[in-house]
């Protein structure tokens, strides 16, 4: 209740004309959109990142309980791909190994691409100016708060998929 009450008395504090998006802005939210999802779409295309998450996350034993009566995956037979995946197993093998990757890999690439292009102070006046863009970096903030590589670091005795942990960290 009192989040309903929150969120609908600051609807009516926001000036609508003032929460308008200018063109500048959309161009820039759009560059950050587009950069977030190939950076994204890379990620989970690369070769270790089933691997990574079946081999080192809990979706062998999401399979194994009864959450929500949805098996892990949408196909019976076959590997196991991230287009057979179910939501639940996906988001709870990630936050399990306290590495919410995908909570926060897009549109950190997305944001360091900028930062290298000197372009930081718009980020940072879209931040400023609008609610929306704002909420989703929170977003992004909140998940990367919530991981800690230290308690997986023994996994770079794995190399090649260790390789692909350290190739996620350091494009952020």
């Excluded at 991230?82 to 990630?94: Q, T």
């Excluded at 919410?100 to 360091?112: C, E, H, S, T």
């Excluded at 708060?145 to 308690?151: G, Q, T, V, Y």
Aim: hydrophobic share 40%.
């Amino acid at each position: 209740m009192e989040l309903l009450l929150t969120a609908g008395l600051q609807h009516r504090l926001i000036d609508p004309e003032q929460s308008k998006w200018s063109l500048e802005q959309r161009a820039l939210m759009n560059t950050l959109a587009d950069r977030s999802y190939e950076a994204y779409a890379q990620l989970k295309d690369h070769p270790a990142f089933m691997e990574y998450l079946s081999t080192y996350g809990t979706l062998r034993h999401y399979g194994a309980t009864n959450i929500a009566s949805r098996p892990t995956r949408r196909k019976k037979e076959g590997p196991l791909t991230l287009d057979d995946l179910r939501a639940i197993p996906f988001v709870g093998s990630w936050s399990q190994l306290k590495q919410n990757v995908p909570g926060f890999y897009g549109i950190g690439v997305a944001l360091a691409s900028l930062e290298k292009e000197g372009r930081l102070d718009e980020v940072a006046a879209l931040y400023r100016d609008q609610p929306l863009f704002a909420a989703l970096l929170e977003n992004s903030m909140q998940s990367m708060r919530k991981c800690n590589f230290a308690l997986t670091a023994h996994l770079e005795k794995d190399a090649p998929l260790w390789r692909f942990v350290v190739q996620c960290e350091s494009r952020v």
